[in-house]
């Protein structure tokens, strides 16, 4: 395994990337327009309470208001993995009327990023990450990342970190804690300095927002090329390149106070080609935009984003396979779940996602299917839960989203269809034309009539619709013109009166 980070710094966007034996799996991009809110906290003003959602809205200074539902005002559960039910129990119990009310103020984090037409997604449960932990100030307990397999480190990771936060327990700051994965094997003097760190950040957060007004941003999270350092270099990362000598006297600044052992790794791009041309990485985004990706075998998938869900389809393609068709179908089957599990994350799609996988016959397939899809998932550091298999081959499975993805980022609806990805035909066109004639002639006097739009509808009407348009001048008792307009979209046309 050969992991790498490129890091390209633009005057108004950074973006990072990993990199997994060259290949690209996954992207971030940050904005000076637009930056991520995800972690930020925010001192907010409740606006509106909804009894019927259980929700509330609060003014954070966004140009929408942002969404906290009961189940993030509730005391965090003691354990963040194994107690997620129980905390959903207590939010069906629970009234936010007796939570909050309008004009309360209160402390809050983002969680999501606004989506669409939806304002950010908030909780009262701040956590504040470091290199090796989360501190938690309203938890209690210590967690440990599930990633940490081995059952004697996590124990050792857990007594350090319980110890140490019984010592700044008893200097007055309470909290509970998660032991991130980068911290495997790490020793309890980083440990100790990391929680250190946690807690002043805390006192200096908490004295903040007991000075500003609601509607203030009162913590922002690290700038995309530190943050990366924080989250993503791990030790099978082999080096982290960049190509700005201001970011990378920053990354080396960071690393030299919070990541010594990993200084060395952090390396100025200074050739002449831009980082990520020389890496394939503009090629791989580019692709990431299209909706048909090939596997190697000859196949391909076709991604489809919508607003309730995204749909993946698998097709075998020009992939014949040298035994038989159940094989075959097998074997691009188990290509596409690898192309699948990478797309997901190079595209940053979440929500409900179905996958339209070729149906195949044998129940051993099947499940074998499954279990490369879960083994291909398991490096996404995103939450992902699949289901099994139905009668018509889908698998539906979900995965956390909590920022835009890269099509909703990078790009817009088309303009002329509207996002719709389809735009009418000229004959479609040429029939919408030939109602309007009629309805203009019929309500207005004049000497001609005039019809402009686009090239390929004027064509349209005077190669295949020229016996129309014939018969229709003689109907009407007016000539007809016709002019080609190059700014008009397809289905675009006016008829005018001359």
């Given at each position: 395994?050969?992991?790498?980070?490129?890091?390209?710094?633009?005057?108004?966007?950074?973006?990072?990337?990993?990199?997994?034996?060259?290949?690209?799996?996954?992207?971030?991009?940050?904005?000076?327009?637009?930056?991520?809110?995800?972690?930020?906290?925010?001192?907010?003003?409740?606006?509106?309470?909804?009894?019927?959602?259980?929700?509330?809205?609060?003014?954070?200074?966004?140009?929408?208001?942002?969404?906290?539902?009961?189940?993030?005002?509730?005391?965090?559960?003691?354990?963040?993995?194994?107690?997620?039910?129980?905390?959903?129990?207590?939010?069906?119990?629970?009234?936010?009327?007796?939570?909050?009310?309008?004009?309360?103020?209160?402390?809050?984090?983002?969680?999501?990023?606004?989506?669409?037409?939806?304002?950010?997604?908030?909780?009262?449960?701040?956590?504040?990450?470091?290199?090796?932990?989360?501190?938690?100030?309203?938890?209690?307990?210590?967690?440990?990342?599930?990633?940490?397999?081995?059952?004697?480190?996590?124990?050792?990771?857990?007594?350090?970190?319980?110890?140490?936060?019984?010592?700044?327990?008893?200097?007055?700051?309470?909290?509970?804690?998660?032991?991130?994965?980068?911290?495997?094997?790490?020793?309890?003097?980083?440990?100790?300095?990391?929680?250190?760190?946690?807690?002043?950040?805390?006192?200096?957060?908490?004295?903040?927002?007991?000075?500003?007004?609601?509607?203030?941003?009162?913590?922002?999270?690290?700038?995309?090329?530190?943050r990366v350092l924080r989250d993503?270099?791990?030790?099978?990362?082999?080096?982290?390149?960049?190509?700005?000598?201001?970011?990378?006297?920053?990354?080396?600044?960071?690393?030299?106070?919070?990541?010594?052992?990993?200084?060395?790794?952090?390396?100025?791009?200074?050739?002449?080609?831009?980082?990520?041309?020389?890496?394939?990485?503009?090629?791989?985004?580019?692709?990431?935009?299209?909706?048909?990706?090939?596997?190697?075998?000859?196949?391909?998938?076709?991604?489809?984003?919508?607003?309730?869900?995204?749909?993946?389809?698998?097709?075998?393609?020009?992939?014949?396979?040298?035994?038989?068709?159940?094989?075959?179908?097998?074997?691009?089957?188990?290509?596409?779940?690898?192309?699948?599990?990478?797309?997901?994350?190079?595209?940053?799609?979440?929500?409900?996602?179905?996958?339209?996988?070729?149906?195949?016959?044998?129940?051993?397939?099947?499940?074998?299917?499954?279990?490369?899809?879960?083994?291909?998932?398991?490096?996404?550091?995103?939450?992902?839960?699949?289901?099994?298999?139905?009668?018509?081959?889908?698998?539906?499975?979900?995965?956390?989203?909590?920022?835009?993805?890269?099509?909703?980022?990078?790009?817009?609806?088309?303009?002329?269809?509207?996002?719709?990805?389809?735009?009418?035909t000229p004959e479609t066109v040429?029939?919408?034309?030939?109602?309007?004639?009629?309805?203009?002639?019929?309500?207005?006097?004049?000497?001609?009539?005039?019809?402009?739009?686009?090239?390929?509808?004027?064509?349209?009407?005077?190669?295949?619709?020229?016996?129309?348009?014939?018969?229709?001048?003689?109907?009407?008792?007016?000539?007809?013109?016709?002019?080609?307009?190059?700014?008009?979209?397809?289905?675009?046309?006016?008829?005018?009166?001359?």
């Open positions: 395994m050969s992991i790498e980070i490129l890091v390209n710094a633009a005057p108004r966007e950074t973006r990072a990337a990993l990199l997994d034996n060259g290949s690209l799996q996954e992207l971030f991009i940050e904005r000076a327009s637009r930056r991520g809110l995800v972690s930020n906290i925010y001192k907010g003003r409740v606006s509106r309470v909804l009894p019927g959602m259980q929700a509330a809205f609060l003014e954070i200074g966004l140009a929408r208001t942002a969404f906290l539902h009961v189940a993030d005002i509730l005391g965090p559960p003691p354990d963040p993995v194994n107690d997620a039910q129980e905390q959903r129990d207590a939010s069906h119990e629970a009234d936010i009327r007796t939570l909050v009310r309008e004009g309360d103020e209160l402390l809050v984090q983002v969680v999501k990023d606004p989506l669409g037409t939806k304002g950010a997604r908030l909780s009262t449960h701040v956590s504040l990450p470091s290199r090796y932990l989360v501190y938690m100030p309203r938890g209690s307990r210590v967690g440990v990342s599930a990633r940490i397999e081995s059952e004697a480190e996590r124990n050792r990771l857990r007594e350090l970190v319980s110890t140490l936060g019984a010592h700044h327990g008893s200097n007055g700051t309470q909290g509970g804690y998660i032991v991130r994965t980068a911290a495997l094997g790490a020793p309890l003097e980083a440990l100790h300095a990391d929680m250190t760190y946690l807690h002043r950040l805390w006192t200096h957060v908490r004295e903040r927002s007991l000075s500003m007004p609601a509607g203030s941003l009162v913590h922002e999270d690290l700038p995309l090329s530190v993503e270099l791990k030790p099978e990362v082999r080096r982290v390149l960049v190509d700005s000598p201001a970011e990378f006297a920053r990354m080396q600044e960071f690393t030299r106070s919070f990541m010594p052992d990993y200084q060395d790794r952090v390396e100025l791009h200074q050739g002449p080609r831009p980082i990520f041309d020389l890496h394939g990485v503009e090629e791989e985004v580019t692709r990431a935009l299209d909706a048909r990706v090939a596997l190697k075998s000859g196949g391909y998938i076709v991604i489809q984003q919508t607003e309730a869900m995204t749909t993946v389809d698998v097709n075998t393609g020009g992939y014949v396979g040298h035994r038989n068709l159940e094989e075959t179908i097998f074997r691009t089957n188990l290509e596409a779940a690898v192309t699948i599990a990478r797309q997901l994350r190079v595209r940053n799609l979440g929500g409900i996602i179905v996958l339209d996988f070729i149906d195949m016959q044998e129940p051993d397939h099947r499940q074998a299917l499954l279990d490369a899809l879960q083994a291909a998932l398991a490096s996404d550091r995103a939450q992902t839960h699949i289901a099994s298999v139905s009668p018509l081959g889908l698998v539906e499975m979900t995965r956390k989203r909590t920022r835009e993805s890269l099509e909703h980022l990078l790009c817009a609806p088309c303009p002329q269809c509207q996002g719709r990805g389809f735009v009418r040429s029939h919408e034309i030939f109602r309007e004639l009629m309805r203009q002639s019929r309500q207005f006097h004049s000497e001609e009539l005039v019809v402009l739009a686009h090239q390929d509808v004027v064509s349209w009407l005077q190669d295949e619709e020229a016996p129309v348009l014939a018969e229709l001048e003689t109907q009407l008792g007016r000539p007809i013109r016709l002019q080609a307009e190059p700014l008009y979209g397809i289905d675009q046309y006016d008829v005018v009166l001359a």
